[in-house]
Protein backbone atom coordinates (compact mmCIF):
# COMPACT_ATOMS: atom_id res chain seq x y z
CA UNK A 1 0.00 0.00 0.00
CA UNK A 2 2.75 2.54 0.65
CA UNK A 3 4.90 1.87 -2.33
CA UNK A 4 1.24 2.71 -4.59
CA UNK A 5 1.53 5.68 -2.55
CA UNK A 6 4.85 6.50 -3.29
CA UNK A 7 4.90 5.78 -7.31
CA UNK A 8 1.93 8.08 -7.22
CA UNK A 9 3.61 10.73 -5.76
CA UNK A 10 7.20 10.19 -7.78
CA UNK A 11 4.71 9.87 -11.16
CA UNK A 12 2.83 12.76 -10.02
CA UNK A 13 6.84 14.64 -9.08
CA UNK A 14 8.08 13.76 -12.47
CA UNK A 15 4.93 15.23 -14.47
CA UNK A 16 5.41 18.22 -12.65
CA UNK A 17 8.85 18.66 -13.09
CA UNK A 18 8.78 17.85 -16.88
CA UNK A 19 5.61 20.40 -17.38
CA UNK A 20 7.52 23.29 -15.33
CA UNK A 21 11.18 22.17 -17.69
CA UNK A 22 9.07 22.88 -20.51
CA UNK A 23 7.53 26.04 -19.63
CA UNK A 24 11.03 28.01 -18.56
CA UNK A 25 12.76 26.29 -22.03
CA UNK A 26 9.64 28.22 -23.72
CA UNK A 27 10.62 31.26 -21.92
CA UNK A 28 14.48 31.40 -22.94
CA UNK A 29 14.18 31.77 -26.04
CA UNK A 30 14.83 35.65 -27.30
CA UNK A 31 12.82 37.70 -29.59
CA UNK A 32 14.53 39.45 -32.66
CA UNK A 33 15.24 42.74 -32.16
CA UNK A 34 13.70 44.20 -35.37
CA UNK A 35 10.94 41.07 -34.81
CA UNK A 36 8.23 43.70 -34.37
CA UNK A 37 9.23 46.75 -37.15
CA UNK A 38 8.00 46.88 -40.27
CA UNK A 39 9.86 46.35 -43.36
CA UNK A 40 10.19 49.40 -45.63
CA UNK A 41 7.94 47.29 -48.38
CA UNK A 42 5.58 47.07 -45.96
CA UNK A 43 5.49 50.67 -45.88
CA UNK A 44 5.61 51.56 -49.44
CA UNK A 45 2.43 49.21 -49.94
CA UNK A 46 0.47 50.67 -47.16
CA UNK A 47 1.31 54.09 -48.90
CA UNK A 48 -0.01 52.61 -51.96
CA UNK A 49 -3.27 51.33 -50.79
CA UNK A 50 -4.34 54.66 -48.85
CA UNK A 51 -5.79 58.05 -49.50
CA UNK A 52 -6.78 60.78 -47.19
CA UNK A 53 -9.73 62.46 -48.38
CA UNK A 54 -11.61 65.83 -47.11
CA UNK A 55 -15.11 64.75 -46.19
CA UNK A 56 -17.66 65.16 -43.40
CA UNK A 57 -17.56 62.05 -42.41
CA UNK A 58 -16.27 58.23 -43.13
CA UNK A 59 -19.98 57.70 -43.70
CA UNK A 60 -19.85 59.43 -46.71
CA UNK A 61 -16.39 57.45 -48.10
CA UNK A 62 -18.50 54.36 -47.32
CA UNK A 63 -21.72 55.18 -49.16
CA UNK A 64 -19.45 56.41 -52.08
CA UNK A 65 -17.35 52.72 -52.27
CA UNK A 66 -20.16 50.73 -52.12
CA UNK A 67 -21.26 52.34 -55.63
CA UNK A 68 -17.52 52.15 -56.85
CA UNK A 69 -17.19 48.60 -55.34
CA UNK A 70 -20.50 47.16 -57.26
CA UNK A 71 -19.41 49.03 -60.42
CA UNK A 72 -15.90 46.78 -60.28
CA UNK A 73 -18.48 44.13 -59.98
CA UNK A 74 -18.13 42.78 -56.22
CA UNK A 75 -20.71 41.45 -53.99
CA UNK A 76 -21.16 43.33 -50.71
CA UNK A 77 -20.15 40.92 -47.77
CA UNK A 78 -20.33 43.38 -44.98
CA UNK A 79 -20.60 47.03 -43.93
CA UNK A 80 -19.38 47.70 -40.35
CA UNK A 81 -20.13 51.47 -40.49
CA UNK A 82 -19.24 52.63 -36.27
CA UNK A 83 -15.82 50.82 -37.27
CA UNK A 84 -15.41 52.10 -40.78
CA UNK A 85 -14.95 48.64 -42.32
CA UNK A 86 -16.63 47.42 -45.90
CA UNK A 87 -15.69 44.25 -46.92
CA UNK A 88 -16.31 42.53 -50.86
CA UNK A 89 -15.47 39.78 -52.64
CA UNK A 90 -15.88 38.63 -56.21
CA UNK A 91 -15.37 34.94 -57.66
CA UNK A 92 -13.27 35.19 -61.83
CA UNK A 93 -12.92 32.21 -63.72
CA UNK A 94 -9.09 31.32 -63.38
CA UNK A 95 -8.99 29.00 -66.20
CA UNK A 96 -5.78 28.74 -68.39
CA UNK A 97 -6.23 27.02 -71.99
CA UNK A 98 -2.51 26.07 -71.77
CA UNK A 99 -2.30 24.87 -68.31
CA UNK A 100 -5.23 22.71 -68.84
CA UNK A 101 -3.82 21.56 -72.08
CA UNK A 102 -0.38 20.75 -70.22
CA UNK A 103 -2.14 18.65 -67.52
CA UNK A 104 -4.16 17.09 -69.67
CA UNK A 105 -1.02 16.00 -71.58
CA UNK A 106 0.27 14.78 -68.18
CA UNK A 107 -2.57 12.47 -67.65
CA UNK A 108 -2.51 11.16 -71.23
CA UNK A 109 1.32 10.13 -70.55
CA UNK A 110 0.83 8.85 -67.27
CA UNK A 111 -2.17 6.83 -68.17
CA UNK A 112 -0.51 5.27 -71.32
CA UNK A 113 1.71 3.88 -68.55
CA UNK A 114 -0.44 2.64 -66.63
CA UNK A 115 -0.95 4.73 -64.05
CA UNK A 116 -3.68 7.44 -62.67
CA UNK A 117 -1.87 10.53 -62.40
CA UNK A 118 -5.07 13.05 -61.53
CA UNK A 119 -2.96 16.13 -62.78
CA UNK A 120 -5.87 17.83 -64.26
CA UNK A 121 -7.82 17.96 -60.80
CA UNK A 122 -4.68 20.23 -59.75
CA UNK A 123 -5.67 22.61 -62.61
CA UNK A 124 -6.81 26.42 -61.53
CA UNK A 125 -10.57 26.33 -61.18
CA UNK A 126 -11.20 29.62 -59.90
CA UNK A 127 -10.01 32.86 -58.14
CA UNK A 128 -11.98 34.91 -55.22
CA UNK A 129 -10.83 38.57 -54.92
CA UNK A 130 -11.28 39.82 -51.67
CA UNK A 131 -11.25 44.04 -51.14
CA UNK A 132 -11.22 45.69 -47.83
CA UNK A 133 -11.68 49.19 -47.36
CA UNK A 134 -10.88 50.85 -43.73
CA UNK A 135 -11.94 54.13 -43.16
CA UNK A 136 -10.31 56.57 -40.20
CA UNK A 137 -9.89 59.97 -38.95
CA UNK A 138 -6.16 61.13 -40.04
CA UNK A 139 -4.03 61.64 -37.44
CA UNK A 140 -2.12 63.63 -39.47
CA UNK A 141 -4.85 66.10 -40.84
CA UNK A 142 -7.47 66.85 -38.20
CA UNK A 143 -10.75 66.77 -40.03
CA UNK A 144 -10.05 64.17 -43.05
CA UNK A 145 -10.54 60.65 -43.17
CA UNK A 146 -7.87 57.98 -44.38
CA UNK A 147 -9.30 55.18 -46.64
CA UNK A 148 -6.98 52.43 -46.44
CA UNK A 149 -7.77 49.60 -49.83
CA UNK A 150 -6.26 46.25 -49.52
CA UNK A 151 -6.97 43.62 -52.40
CA UNK A 152 -6.46 40.00 -51.88
CA UNK A 153 -7.07 36.49 -54.23
CA UNK A 154 -6.87 33.07 -53.38
CA UNK A 155 -6.84 30.39 -56.25
CA UNK A 156 -8.37 27.57 -56.09
CA UNK A 157 -7.86 24.34 -58.26
CA UNK A 158 -10.50 22.18 -59.88
CA UNK A 159 -10.74 20.37 -55.96
CA UNK A 160 -11.48 23.19 -53.89
CA UNK A 161 -8.21 23.13 -52.64
CA UNK A 162 -6.08 26.51 -52.48
CA UNK A 163 -3.53 26.42 -55.25
CA UNK A 164 -1.99 30.26 -54.50
CA UNK A 165 -3.09 32.86 -52.19
CA UNK A 166 -1.82 36.56 -52.43
CA UNK A 167 -2.01 40.37 -51.67
CA UNK A 168 -2.03 42.27 -54.63
CA UNK A 169 0.38 45.04 -54.66
CA UNK A 170 0.17 46.78 -58.15
CA UNK A 171 -0.10 50.58 -57.55
CA UNK A 172 -2.50 50.99 -61.02
CA UNK A 173 -4.66 48.86 -59.33
CA UNK A 174 -4.88 50.68 -56.17
CA UNK A 175 -4.75 53.99 -58.40
CA UNK A 176 -7.60 53.38 -59.75
CA UNK A 177 -9.80 52.61 -56.95
CA UNK A 178 -9.16 55.72 -55.65
CA UNK A 179 -9.47 57.62 -59.26
CA UNK A 180 -13.06 55.95 -59.38
CA UNK A 181 -13.62 56.64 -55.51
CA UNK A 182 -12.72 60.30 -56.03
CA UNK A 183 -14.94 60.79 -58.84
CA UNK A 184 -18.06 58.99 -56.61
CA UNK A 185 -17.30 61.41 -53.83
CA UNK A 186 -16.78 64.46 -56.33
CA UNK A 187 -13.50 66.09 -55.35
CA UNK A 188 -9.63 64.51 -55.38
CA UNK A 189 -8.10 62.28 -53.29
CA UNK A 190 -4.48 63.04 -51.91
CA UNK A 191 -1.25 61.14 -50.63
Same mark, same amino acid.
Given at each position: ?? @???? $? &? %????????????? +??? =???????????????? @???? $? &? %????????????? +??? =???????????????????? $???????????ADSGSEKAGLITMDVL??????????????????????????????????????????????????????????????????????????????????
Open positions: MK @SGIM $L &R %ASIRAAVVFTVLA +ALS =AGCAAKIPTDALRLKE @SSLE $L &R %AKQSRIFEVESET +AIL =AASVAVIQDMEYNLDYIEKP $LGVLSASKKVDCAMTGGSCGYYATASDEQVISLTLVVLPSLARPGNYVARVTVQYVVFDKQGRVKKRSTIEDAKVYEQIFANLSKSLFLGGTE
